[in-house]
C-alpha cells in the first residue's frame, strides 16, 4: 500500500467517526430552519408564515433537506456529508496549489480536530448543519476552484454563484470574497500574475455574486416580503450583535477570541500556530511563490476571524465552525516545514509530533479524546438498540439553563399529534420549533419562538411585537398554547424573562389566555393550556 493510499484510508475512517451521530436528535436551530422550510414549500412568502433573523438560504437548504429525509437524522447525516466535502475539497487545494501531503495533512486536521463529538458539549448537537456549516463548504469550494490550475469562465461563475449562495446563509459570509479575491491574484489563470488579468477576473466574479444576490431580492420584493426581510435580518441581528458589545469593544475582542479559542480548541492552536509561521516566511521572501500562496489561507482565516467579529461576542459555539476548514489548511501549510525532512532530520519531525500532539489531545475543557470516546459510545448504543431512544435523550438538557431538552420536545410532539386534527393551529410560546415541525401542525403565529415578542421587537410596527401575536393568536384560536417556562431568563434575574413569566406578565396575553384556554399540565419545561 502506497503512502497515498494509507493517507486516505486514514482519512476515510477519521471521517466514520461522525456516522454514530446519526442517533443525535435535532435542535431547536435546526428544527426553527426545518420549520420554516416547510412553510416556504406550503407557497408562503419568506417571514410570512415563519418568521427568523436568518436570511432565507437556510430556509431553503432545510426545506429540501426536510422535503427528501423528514428525520433528527437528516441533520447529522447533512454534516457528515458537508464535512466529508470539505475534507476533499482541501485535498484538492493542497494537490493544485502546494503539495498533496499539505492537502491530505489539512484534511485529516479538519476531520479529527472539526468532530463536533470531540469538540462540543453535548457531541456537538446544537452545531451540526448550521449556517456556518454550509458558508463552510460554500467558501472552501470557491477556494478550490479559484485554485483550479486552468481556471475557466466557468470557475468564475462558480465562484460568484457560491458566494452570493453563502452571502444568502448569513450576511456575515461576505468577508470570505477577500481570500477569493486574493486567490486569482495570487494564483494566476495561466503564467505569471497580472493584476490586470486578476482584477478583470474579480469584476467578473462580483457581477455573477451580485446577480447571485439580486435575483432572490427581486423575487421577495414581488411577494411583499423586503419589510420583513429587512427587519429579520437587518434590523434584528445589528441590535442582537450590539448587544454582544456592551462589556468588551469589537477589536478587544477580535485580539482576543482567537486566543480564547487557541486555549480550548486544538484546531483553533495549531491553525494559530500554522499562522504564525507562514506569516513569518512571508516576512523574510515576501515575493516568493510559495509564500505568495500562504498569503491566501492567511487571508481566509482573516475572513474567518471577521466573520465571527460582526456575528457578535455572544461566543456561541456554532459561529465559530465556519472557520474550521480554513484552520485546518493553515494548520498543515505553516506547520509542514517541521515534517518534511522527516527521513534527513527525524529527530526534529518526532519532537514537533510530540509537543503537538501533546498539546492538541490534552485533557480540557474541549478537544480531548475521553469526549469522544463517551459521546460515541453513547450513540452507538442506541444504534444497535442496547439503550432506548427514551433514555438516551435524558443526556440532553436538564440544565438549569437549558431551553432545548428534546426529551420534552418529543412527548408534547407525540401529544399535540394524537390529541389535535390536522388542520388545528398549535401554539407554543418559547425556543421549541420542533414541536410544529415534528408534531405536524402549523403555528398560529409566524412568530414560531419567542424572543422577538419577549423582547418588543419592533413593536411600533403592525403585525409585530406583543400587539401583533395578539392579534394572530386571536384570530387562529389554536387547540393548544404551550408557554416555555425556561429559555431566555437568568437565575440572576439578568436579560429577557422566560417566556411564560413574560406571557403572564402581559394583561392582554394572560387575558386572552385565561378566557378561553384551561391548564391541562405541567412538566419541568412546560405549561399547557387546552381550548375550552
Not at 263 to 284: E, S, V, Y
Request: proline share 6%; net charge positive.
Amino acid at each position: 500500500m502506497t503512502v497515498r493510499s494509507l493517507s486516505i484510508a486514514v482519512l476515510v475512517v477519521l471521517w466514520l467517526l461522525r456516522v454514530p451521530s446519526i442517533a443525535q436528535p435535532m435542535a431547536a436551530d435546526q428544527s426553527l430552519y426545518a420549520y420554516a422550510g416547510q412553510q416556504l414549500i406550503a407557497g408562503h412568502a419568506p417571514y410570512a408564515a415563519a418568521w427568523d433573523q436568518k436570511p432565507p438560504g437556510i430556509h431553503v437548504v432545510y426545506a429540501l433537506l426536510w422535503s427528501v429525509w423528514p428525520h433528527d437524522s437528516v441533520v447529522p447525516i447533512a454534516d457528515m456529508a458537508v464535512a466529508g466535502l470539505v475534507a476533499w475539497l482541501l485535498v484538492a487545494i493542497g494537490r493544485r496549489r502546494f503539495t498533496d501531503s499539505i492537502g491530505l495533512g489539512a484534511a485529516a486536521a479538519f476531520l479529527f480536530f472539526a468532530n463536533p463529538s470531540m469538540v462540543y458539549r453535548l457531541s456537538g448537537v446544537y452545531v451540526r448543519a448550521q449556517c456556518e456549516t454550509f458558508i463552510a463548504l460554500a467558501v472552501t469550494l470557491a477556494i478550490a476552484l479559484a485554485a483550479a490550475e486552468r481556471r475557466t469562465g466557468r470557475h468564475l461563475i462558480g465562484i460568484g454563484v457560491l458566494l452570493g449562495a453563502a452571502f444568502w446563509l448569513k450576511y456575515t459570509a461576505a468577508p470570505y470574497a477577500l481570500p477569493v479575491a486574493v486567490a486569482i491574484l495570487v494564483w494566476p489563470r495561466d503564467g505569471q500574475p497580472s493584476w490586470r488579468a486578476g482584477l478583470r477576473e474579480i469584476a467578473q466574479v462580483a457581477g455573477v455574486g451580485a446577480l447571485t444576490v439580486a435575483v432572490p431580492i427581486l423575487a421577495m420584493a414581488a411577494a411583499g416580503a423586503i419589510p420583513d426581510l429587512y427587519l429579520a435580518t437587518v434590523t434584528y441581528n445589528l441590535a442582537y450583535s450590539g448587544e454582544t458589545f456592551e462589556r468588551v469593544s469589537p477589536l478587544q475582542y477580535l485580539f482576543s477570541f482567537p486566543i480564547e479559542r487557541a486555549a480550548n480548541d486544538a484546531l483553533w492552536m495549531l491553525g494559530g500556530l500554522g499562522a504564525l509561521g507562514a506569516a513569518w516566511r512571508w516576512l523574510l521572501a515576501p515575493r516568493n511563490a510559495a509564500a505568495l500562496c500562504t498569503l491566501v489561507i492567511l487571508s481566509w482565516v482573516a475572513a474567518a476571524c471577521l466573520a465571527i467579529l460582526i456575528i457578535g461576542a455572544r461566543d456561541s459555539p456554532q459561529y465559530f465552525v465556519q472557520a474550521a476548514p480554513a484552520l485546518a489548511m493553515m494548520a498543515a501549510v505553516g506547520l509542514a516545514p517541521l515534517f518534511t525532512q522527516w527521513r534527513t532530520r527525524p529527530l526534529v519531525s518526532g519532537v514537533a509530533l510530540a509537543v503537538l500532539g501533546a498539546m492538541s489531545l490534552r485533557q480540557g475543557e474541549w478537544g480531548h479524546i475521553p469526549k469522544l470516546v463517551e459521546n460515541t459510545t453513547a450513540e452507538w448504543s442506541v444504534l444497535t438498540g442496547r439503550t432506548d431512544r427514551q433514555t438516551y435523550l435524558t443526556r440532553f438538557g436538564g440544565r438549569e439553563l437549558d431551553k432545548f431538552v428534546p426529551l420534552e420536545v418529543e412527548n408534547l410532539s407525540d401529544e399535540v399529534r394524537t390529541t389535535t386534527q390536522p388542520d388545528e393551529t398549535i401554539y407554543v410560546f418559547g425556543y421549541s420549533p420542533g414541536v410544529m415541525l415534528k408534531g405536524q401542525r402549523r403555528s398560529a403565529s409566524r412568530f414560531h419562538w419567542s424572543r422577538p415578542i419577549v423582547m418588543e421587537f419592533a413593536s411600533d410596527i403592525p403585525g409585530y411585537g406583543s400587539a401583533g401575536l395578539l392579534a394572530d393568536l386571536a384570530r387562529e384560536r389554536p387547540s393548544i398554547v404551550t408557554l416555555q417556562k425556561q429559555d431566555w431568563g437568568r437565575p440572576n434575574g439578568r436579560g429577557e424573562p422566560n417566556s411564560a413569566a413574560f406571557f403572564h406578565g402581559h394583561a392582554g396575553l394572560e387575558t386572552w389566555l385565561t378566557s378561553g384556554y384551561s391548564l391541562e399540565h405541567e412538566t419541568p419545561l412546560y405549561e399547557v393550556w387546552r381550548r375550552r
